[in-house]
């Protein structure tokens, strides 16, 4: 004899059953898909409906267990763990262990950013537990000064107005908890550059400052001047400039330092440069040169074209002595001649460490002892007071120092003697007939 009170139940179920179009947690699924969320059919065993793999059944819902993906945090198991919550800071948002919850036996379960320290999930450094129990970080969290930042962040700073917050400082971007250098923001090492914007950013460690720049085969459209040191862009890709070679972190390094087998492996791209060494030889410079930057310049004494060509590096004011019978790096005039009492240019001597011309030569723009003769002058006293036998001569504006009619230059003299040559009895023809020029007419 059946009750009311059955009749009624059975009419509730039909209506759910009829609702739902399914079955919920433990009943029968044979023909009927379950209908509470994250539930399944087993595919074999007894058919009732039950908590798919990485859900725990509370009550008659299915919460998601530590690990399993999450919207918010009643989602998750809360009851096996009143410590879970959604880490929806995470990508993708689990459910996790909240700072300061107990992390015994389950090491790996706390939320990002959190590491699990004597049984209990504590913030890493850079990050600040909020107001969920997440561990958020630093840069994007209120502040009162920049200490309150770069106290955990460093190349971060307080800003805004009003209330005021953690961002990463000019020439930095952020990248999760941290702040990345830039194309041309200083660095120390790769880790310290924004590789996430810029994949192909490296800590130029061979450039004069250390900057984070692109590496050499990286895209450099838009920004031909962010190339490593060494090299340029050239058809949107950064490629090593001649003297230079790719090294295995993508810098362009000189060729002066690299290996070489032979002395054209060196000198092909590298003027006056050697392969030596034993073993593994390597290119240097040739005797008498000396390596600045991807160069080898010439030493004082060394053959030169141009003051270009020679060191001015190591003595800067070194000069190429094209008044010389043979053109050398020297000493300037006026440079610093201490040690080096036989280097400075031709014409001049050192004295008192200093190179300075010598009677009958003066300094001339590019610091060389030019001859008196030849130069220029208003008066035959700008020429005769230091060389005798001279005069000023020429048209206005443009007159030099040459030698009185009789003698000719040789060297920084005048010396008596016709012009052309002349020796001997034609010699002294010339001197009488020069002297009653002078004396007589």
Same mark, same amino acid.
């Given at each position: ?42 595919a074999?065993?007894? $058919? ?7 859900y725990?059944? *509370?009550?008659?819902?299915c919460?998601?267990?530590l ?23 995470? =990508?993708?948002?689990?459910?996790k ?14 939320v990002s ?9 504590? /913030?890493?450094?850079?990050?600040? #537990?909020n107001?969920?129990k997440?561990c ?27 209330? &005021? ?33 810029? =994949? ?6 061979l ?7 692109? $590496? ?6 838009g ?26 972190d993508?810098?362009c ?18 003027a006056?440069?050697d392969?030596?060494?034993t073993?593994?030889?390597? /290119? ?6 000396? $390596? *600045? ?21 190591? =003595? ?13 790096? &020297? ?6 001649c ?16 200093? /190179? ?6 003066? #300094?001339?723009?590019? &610091? ?23 005069t ?6 443009s ?5 009185d009619?009789?003698?000719t $230059?040789?060297?920084a ?7 052309g ?21």
């Amino acid at each position: 004899m059946y009750r009311k009170s059955d009749f009624f139940t059975i009419i509730v179920l039909v209506l759910v059953f009829e609702q739902t179009g399914g079955m919920a947690l433990g009943e029968d699924c044979t023909s009927t898909a379950c209908t509470t969320a994250n539930a399944v059919c087993p595919a074999t065993g007894t $058919k009732t409906c039950t908590c798919a793999t990485g859900y725990t059944q *509370q009550g008659t819902a299915c919460k998601a267990d530590l690990g399993t993906a999450c919207t918010t945090t009643a989602d998750c198991d809360t009851t096996t763990a009143a410590t879970d919550v959604c880490d929806v800071l995470a =990508t993708p948002a689990v459910c996790k262990i909240k700072s300061t919850g107990d992390c015994t036996g389950k090491t790996d379960k706390c939320v990002s950013g959190a590491a699990c320290t004597t049984n209990a999930c504590a /913030c890493y450094t850079k990050y600040k #537990e909020n107001t969920d129990k997440l561990c958020a970080t630093v840069l994007g969290s209120t502040c009162t000064i920049t200490a309150d930042c770069t106290s955990t962040v460093a190349n971060s700073d307080c800003t805004g107005t009003g209330t &005021k917050t953690c961002t990463c400082a000019t020439g930095y971007t952020k990248q999760g908890a941290e702040c990345k250098a830039d194309l041309g923001t200083a660095c120390t090492t790769t880790a310290d550059c924004d590789t996430t914007t810029t =994949t192909t950013a490296v800590c130029d460690v061979l450039a004069t400052t250390k900057v984070c720049k692109i $590496k050499s085969t990286g895209d450099c459209t838009g920004k031909t001047d962010k190339c490593v040191s060494g090299a340029a862009c050239t058809t949107n890709a950064c490629a090593c400039s001649t003297k230079y070679k790719e090294n295995t972190d993508k810098l362009c390094v000189t060729v002066l330092g690299s290996t070489c087998t032979i002395t054209a492996d060196c000198t092909s791209t590298v003027a006056n440069s050697d392969c030596t060494g034993t073993g593994t030889k390597t /290119c240097t410079c040739a005797t008498g040169y000396t $390596k *600045q930057g991807a160069e080898c310049k010439a030493d004082l004494g060394t053959a030169c074209t141009t003051t270009a060509d020679c060191d001015t590096t190591t =003595t800067t004011t070194a000069v190429c002595d094209v008044l010389a019978t043979t053109k050398v790096c &020297k000493i300037k005039s006026t440079g610093d001649c201490t040690g080096k009492t036989d280097k400075c240019v031709s014409g001049a001597a050192c004295k008192t460490n200093a /190179c300075a011309c010598s009677t009958k030569y003066k #300094e001339n723009t590019d &610091k060389l002892c030019a001859t008196v003769l030849g130069s220029t002058c208003t008066a035959t006293a700008d020429c005769n007071s230091t060389v005798a036998n001279s005069t000023c001569t020429g048209t206005s504006g443009s007159m030099t120092c040459t030698c009185d009619a009789g003698f000719t $230059k040789q060297g920084a003299d005048c010396s008596a003697g016709a012009a052309g040559g002349a020796t001997g009895a034609a010699a002294c023809l010339v001197m009488i007939m020069a002297c009653i020029f002078t004396n007589i007419l």
